[in-house]
């Protein structure tokens, strides 16, 4: 994260008594918050691949998962009312400390009006949040041209397809599967096509 937001994160980590643990890549989620349970405590993590700025966004984001948690415990949705006023509120600091370059501080901004249960839905934070990633050699599925053939980290191959609606429909070679993609989606060129 970036380096002047680490004394806040540290106070909430304090401050709330929780585990907070760096995790590896998971490709499902950014990050997680479980609510204390028997014996355990608070617990969030938090994926090591993210850049500086994804990292922060979605280290707030499971923390306003903890603070609506302690307010409200099972009787606020994961993502209503309740824990979108916490994430504004906790994204604060960091606007007055100027931790944000102007680009991902203006898209925050506007997507602060009505914050979705990932940052990665909101695909204009996405994108702010992903031209600081250190990764150059993946393509996204939006920047490829149709028909294009494309491998996952997995090994499979597929061909882009149609746009429909926000996703795109690929057909997977192996098996001749139809999945949507994210448009945001990384993937590889495929080789020898």
């Not at 090591?48 to 998962?65: C, G, P, R």
């Not at 606020?76 to 100027?98: D, L, S, T, V, Y």
């Not at 599967?177 to 590889?188: H, M, S, T």
Request: glycine share 4%.
């Amino acid at each position: 994260m970036p380096a002047p937001a680490a004394p806040i994160i540290s106070k909430w980590i304090d401050y709330f008594q929780c585990e907070f643990k760096i995790s590896k890549n998971r490709t499902t989620k950014l990050g997680d918050y479980r609510h204390p349970f028997k014996d355990k405590g608070h617990k969030i993590s938090v994926n090591n691949d993210l850049n500086q700025y994804a990292f922060l966004v979605t280290t707030v984001h499971e923390f306003a998962h903890l603070l609506t948690w302690n307010d409200h415990k099972n009787k606020a949705k994961p993502h209503g009312i309740e824990w979108k006023n916490n994430f504004k509120r906790m994204m604060n600091p960091f606007f007055e400390i100027q931790v944000f370059p102007p680009d991902i501080h203006q898209t925050i901004i506007k997507y602060l009006n009505n914050p979705a249960a990932s940052s990665c839905t909101d695909l204009t934070l996405a994108r702010a949040l992903k031209k600081y990633d250190i990764n150059l050699a993946t393509n996204r599925i939006e920047e490829l041209p149709l028909n294009t053939v494309f491998t996952l980290k997995d090994g499979r191959k597929f061909k882009k397809g149609e746009r429909i609606r926000k996703r795109y429909r690929c057909v997977c070679l192996d098996n001749g599967n139809i999945y949507l993609f994210n448009p945001l989606a990384e993937v590889l060129l495929a080789t020898g096509t």
